[in-house]
């Protein structure tokens, strides 16, 4: 089981200062749009994985007046007892510590906070472009183990190094950089087939999850098939790069490999991105965040934290009480500016200019 039981914001995005009692169950956060609901979340799931979910710059993270930003939790997580403290600065380098031991590297943080956010923009793993599909797969790679964040960075910096010879030759190897784009292509090859293997073997390990999931909110016969076959998997990632080598090299830039795969997602054997509606688009996004949330639980046996931002405002009553009950958490926390009438919580908070009250 994993639950915060205190909470402490100082110079977080609109919050001064504040300090939070929770319980188990569900917490229900209310108020209008703009008074902090959001940033209270973001907080929580900060101090999970060291990132902002909203995709935020440090400073703004920080409240205007302030530099630094501390966001500090009391925590239970099977039976150990944590105090975690986040400072985020735009003088220094951000850092976690745990009962006063910080964490280095930053990836040793995964997993010792499981955490499931659902937020209104997650419409875009279906209708957007590629991009957020390879990060959703990618996110949940890194949250089921540690050694996997190295591996995405190691991935991200030979990708990086790579790009930047091809930029720098301007259309035109000299014998030194073509030997130096072998060596890159070489470790490309390495990281990126064991990056892609990892994608493939979580997206079966999520596709039946993610079935049910869909069938449960929908409440249609209709299915949802996810795949991901990128071409250079089955010749070698190496080969696949000899392939466009001139191409790549009069663009300045890495035409194949894993920063560029399509993950597809069908509904009813059709293209879910063209052919979907947006409220099937939606049921769909949120049947991937719950095949996600249900496959942390199997690998960390814990139920993550749940954070619902927002999420409720688009569904009719029937989705709602199917996301519930789909959803099991020892905690969760819920945002809305719509009086929730549907939900069953165990705690009521109203916030307002920064500030929150228990109701």
């Known amino acids: 089981m994993v639950h915060v039981r205190r909470f402490w914001l ?17 917490t229900v956060v209310f108020g209008a749009n703009g ?40 925590i239970t997580h099977q039976e150990r007892e944590l105090l975690v403290e986040a400072e985020i600065s735009k003088l220094r380098q951000n850092s976690i510590s745990v009962n006063k031991q910080k964490i280095r590297p930053i990836r040793n943080l995964v997993g010792l906070i499981p955490i499931t956010i659902f937020g209104p923009d997650d419409l875009s793993l279906v209708k957007a472009g590629p991009n957020g599909r390879r990060s959703y797969i990618d996110d949940l790679i890194v949250q089921i183990h540690p050694k996997n964040m190295k591996l995405r960075m190691d991935l991200e910096a030979v990708l990086k190094q790579r790009n930047a010879l091809l930029k720098q030759a301007k259309g035109r190897l000299n014998k030194e950089e073509e030997e130096t784009l072998e060596v890159w292509s070489e470790q490309f090859d390495l990281l990126g087939h064991e990056w892609g293997t990892k994608r493939k073997t979580i997206l079966e390990e999520l596709t039946q999850s993610a079935k049910t999931a869909y069938t449960e909110l929908a409440g249609n016969k209709k299915e949802i098939n996810l795949t991901y076959e990128p071409e250079w998997i089955e010749k070698g990632l190496k080969n696949a790069l000899i392939t466009v080598r001139t ?9 194949i490999g894993p920063h560029r795969d ?12 063209t052919h979907a509606s947006q409220g099937e688009q ?51 926390f819920i945002t809305t500016a719509i ?18 009250t228990e109701k």
């Open 282 to 332: 939606r049921t769909i996004a949120l049947a991937l965040r719950v095949a996600g949330h249900h496959l942390l639980n199997d690998v960390h046996k814990t139920k993550p934290i749940l954070l619902l931002d927002d999420v409720f405002s688009e569904l009719d009553e029937y989705r709602t009480k199917a996301l519930l009950q789909l959803l099991v958490a020892d905690q969760t």
């Open 339 to 356: 009086e929730p009438e549907k939900i069953s919580t165990t705690k009521y908070l109203f916030v307002e200019e920064g500030e929150i």
């Open 262 to 273: 399509e993950i597809q997602i069908e509904l009813a054997d059709m293209p879910a991105r």
């Open 35 to 74: 008074q902090g609901k959001t940033n209270l979340i973001e907080a929580i799931n900060y101090l999970g994985t060291a990132t902002s979910f909203r995709g935020a710059p440090v400073e703004a993270l920080i409240r205007n007046t302030s530099d630094t930003a501390i966001i500090r939790a009391e």
């Open 10 to 26: 100082q110079n977080f995005r609109n919050y001064e200062n504040q300090e939070i009692t929770f319980t188990e169950g569900t």
């Open 247 to 255: 191409d790549e090299i009069r663009r300045g830039t890495t035409l």
